[in-house]
């Protein structure tokens, strides 16, 4: 029985479909720009719960969101617990936001919390929930609860955005690239890996 001519068609389009989808996430997931060199010798904790366990859906330098930004995005469920990566005092926070998406009108939408590090430096804990500030005013240890995670701002999905910057801006070497203490050793974070934090 001959495959009709339509089905053969069907199929190819399906296939070129496919091929491109393919190439498109392949590109987004494994390319991404520089960031800086700047490197903080400081070994951070896991912005989450001792033993809990995420993944990192953008690193250093994604196309999404993050070119040429040194920053990570946690992938979790809204309402989970944020801990303090580093010890220091909340410089700001916003968390009267709802509203998150995909589009540069949410840009200015997030909830978000900065803790001034003893250093100087800015710890930024980005997309968290309505209400989702715990800790708005003092000094803050590592590991300490601080917020809870939300999907606010500009988002496909709920994570935490985290950052350590220098300097409050978007330049390049504002940011500094971090070191965590993990379940498998101290280590800089690559995206599409899923990290736990060792009690
Ligand atoms: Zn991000």
Redesign the pocket.
């Known amino acids: 029985m001959a495959i009709p001519r339509r089905l053969v068609r069907f199929c190819k389009r399906l296939l070129v479909f496919l091929l491109v989808v393919f190439t498109v996430v392949i590109f987004f997931f494994f390319y991404h720009n520089k960031v800086t060199g700047n490197l903080d010798e400081y070994v951070y904790e896991l912005p989450f719960a001792a033993g809990d366990r995420h993944r990192v859906v953008?690193g250093y330098g994604g196309l999404f969101?993050?070119s040429h930004i040194a920053?990570i995005?946690f992938a979790m469920p809204v309402g989970t617990p944020v801990h303090a990566a580093r010890s220091g005092t909340v410089f700001s926070f916003r968390d009267d936001s709802d509203e998150g998406g995909v589009g540069e009108s949410y840009k200015r939408k997030a909830n978000y919390l900065m803790i001034r590090h003893d250093d100087g430096s800015f710890g930024c804990y980005?997309h968290l929930a309505l209400n989702g500030v715990l800790v708005k005013k003092g000094r803050v240890e590592k590991g300490q609860p601080i917020a809870l995670s939300g999907a606010t701002g500009l988002v496909v999905r709920p994570h935490l955005?985290f950052s350590v910057k220098r300097r409050l801006n978007y330049d390049m070497d504002s940011f500094v690239r971090t070191i965590f203490r993990t379940a498998k050793g101290e280590q800089l974070l690559l995206n599409g890996r899923a990290y736990k934090r060792p009690e």
Do not use: L, T
């Open positions: 953008q969101s993050h920053a995005d980005w955005h």
